[in-house]
């Protein structure tokens, strides 16, 4: 969801785990991971042509095996981070960056205007 007049994200911190949830979702769904029991399990050649899906199918092959509730919250910044990246590419997002402590600038996100 977004802040009201900022375009910046409410609830950012349940952000990682609902997006990772919603890629694990996709994957699924397009027979790329499967259930067996109770472990995710890829298929092992998959591509999906999306940059953050393919990521997360990539770390889901080259991890120890997990069952499902600790891949929605291992890493799941990483498929975020991903996923924002590819819509700012698409221009649906802004990058705004701003200065933590005048060190590194830490990259937030806002939605274009739709003018």
């Not at 700012?88 to 806002?110: F, I, M, Q, T």
Request: cysteine-free; glycine content about 14%.
């Amino acid at each position: 969801s977004v802040r009201p007049g900022t375009g910046g994200a409410d609830g950012a911190d349940r952000l990682p785990p609902l997006v990772r949830a919603g890629a694990l979702t996709e994957l699924a769904r397009r027979g790329l991971l499967t259930d067996d029991g109770g472990v995710v399990t890829p298929d092992l050649d998959a591509r999906t042509d999306d940059p953050a899906l393919d990521d997360l199918l990539e770390l889901i092959t080259e991890s120890p095996p997990h069952g499902w509730r600790d891949w929605v919250t291992r890493h799941a910044g990483t498929t975020l981070d991903a996923v924002q990246a590819g819509l700012a590419g698409e221009g649906a997002l802004r990058v705004v960056s701003r200065r933590w402590l005048g060190l590194l600038p830490p990259r937030d996100y806002a939605l274009v205007d739709g003018e």
